[in-house]
Nanobody, 120 residues
Framework: QVQLVESGGGLVQPGGSLRLSCVASGNILTIYNFSWYRQATGNQREFVAVITSRDTLDYGDFVAGRFTVSMDKDKNTGYLQMNNLKPEDTAVYYC??????????????WGEGTQVTVSS
């Protein structure tokens, strides 16, 4: 069993920064990637960023250089540094990870999400 727990969300003013964390725990042999998604009220869940175990990165078009995704392999933790936040970044942010466990089980897991609110 694997769990993903996000933290770091909160209320921030426009132009501010937040750093989200996602800790993976449980039966983990390898974390292939950490991804971040977000879902604003009334909208579909959308892709924000991904980092793979080989340090390949990708971002949603709206990020425009404001966010940085990273991973600490020793701590089984993924991060999303968000700078120059805008009100339209307000959403629940979800961590997603593809993980290999004992016995050859490969599965993708979701965290429960952390709320990010950008407002003055």
């Amino acid at each position: 069993q694997v769990q993903l727990v996000e933290s770091g969300g909160g209320l921030v003013q426009p132009g501010g920064s937040l750093r989200l964390s996602c800790v993976a725990s449980g039966n983990i042999l390898t974390i292939y990637n950490f991804s971040w998604y977000r879902q604003a009220t009334g909208n579909q869940r959308e892709f924000v960023a991904v980092i793979t175990s080989r340090d390949t990165l990708d971002y949603g078009d709206f990020v425009a250089g404001r966010f940085t995704v990273s991973m600490d392999k020793d701590k089984n933790t993924g991060y999303l540094q968000m700078n120059n936040l805008k009100p339209e970044d307000t959403a629940v942010y979800y961590c997603h990870a593809k993980i290999l466990s004992d016995g050859g089980l490969e599965y993708a897991y979701w965290g429960e999400g952390t709320q990010v609110t950008v407002s003055s």
